[in-house]
């Protein structure tokens, strides 16, 4: 049986202005973090966007229907003061990433990844300084030394509500260079999902597509989207 939802216990959702950012106040008092940190972000646009989930919420709170918050409880109780744990995750991604396995067969396969996968990795060679190996099949290939040196130092500016947004995209798409090629404007996170899935879509073209399996990848997809919106509001991008 799923356990009730919390009801709601507020009537207004304001934005202020505080020394460290912008908070989002329940009836006057601050909202906090499961951790009972206060709720605060750092750019006005994400906080009316955070409240603006507070506020749509009904006699009850729905938790999957506040991406943004969810995120932000986990930027604040989770990722600040743990941004090297963070970084080295995407690094060791970077050392076994998605783009950098390649079908042997069949040819369309081979030609739909390498349509969307070799942009990334010339973006890497010229903004990472690294032009990162590919192979065909899953066996283990060594990326040349120094890249996962130059993926860190390229994640050292930052912060760590960037990192966040940076690491879900990444854990989602199977790519530590595709998120870093969204957060860097390269590519939409659309583009960067379309690209994760080239070899499910492929597998989708032939042999049709799985209702389950579908219904997963929607609800990881609203994921993705939240930390594309996220990291641009914070940014100062629209989002």
């Not at 950012?21 to 009316?48: C, H, V, W, Y």
């Not at 943004?68 to 991604?93: F, K, M, P, Q, S």
């Not at 990444?170 to 996170?189: H, I, K, R």
Request: charged share 25%; aromatic share 6%.
């Amino acid at each position: 049986r799923a356990s009730p939802r919390p009801r709601r216990f507020y009537e207004t959702v304001e934005i202020s202005e505080v020394e460290t950012g912008f908070a989002i106040t329940l009836d006057k008092r601050a909202a906090k973090t499961p951790n009972k940190s206060g709720l605060i972000l750092m750019t006005k646009e994400l906080a009316q966007a955070v409240g603006d989930e507070w506020q749509a919420q009904g006699v009850e709170i729905h938790a999957e229907t506040m991406p943004l918050t969810r995120l932000a409880n986990t930027v604040i109780d989770a990722v600040i003061g743990n941004e090297v744990a963070v970084r080295d995750d995407i690094v060791a991604y970077a050392g076994s990433d998605l783009v950098c396995y390649r079908a042997e067969t069949p040819e369309g396969l081979v030609a739909a990844q390498a349509e969307a996968w070799d942009g990334v990795l010339d973006w890497a060679a010229d903004q990472l300084k690294t032009r990162f190996n590919t192979t065909t099949g899953i066996v283990h290939i060594a990326q040349p030394e120094g890249s996962a040196a130059r993926v860190g130092a390229h994640l050292l500016s930052r912060d760590a509500w960037e990192l966040t947004a940076i690491h879900q995209m990444t854990t989602l798409t199977g790519s530590a260079l595709l998120a870093l090629g969204c957060a860097a404007g390269v590519m939409t996170a659309e583009e960067a999902w379309q690209a994760a899935h080239v070899d499910e879509d492929w597998q989708i073209s032939r042999w049709g597509e799985d209702a389950e399996a579908s219904m997963r990848r929607k609800k990881r997809w609203a994921d993705m989207q939240a930390a594309e919106r996220l990291l641009m509001l914070h940014m100062g991008r629209p989002g």
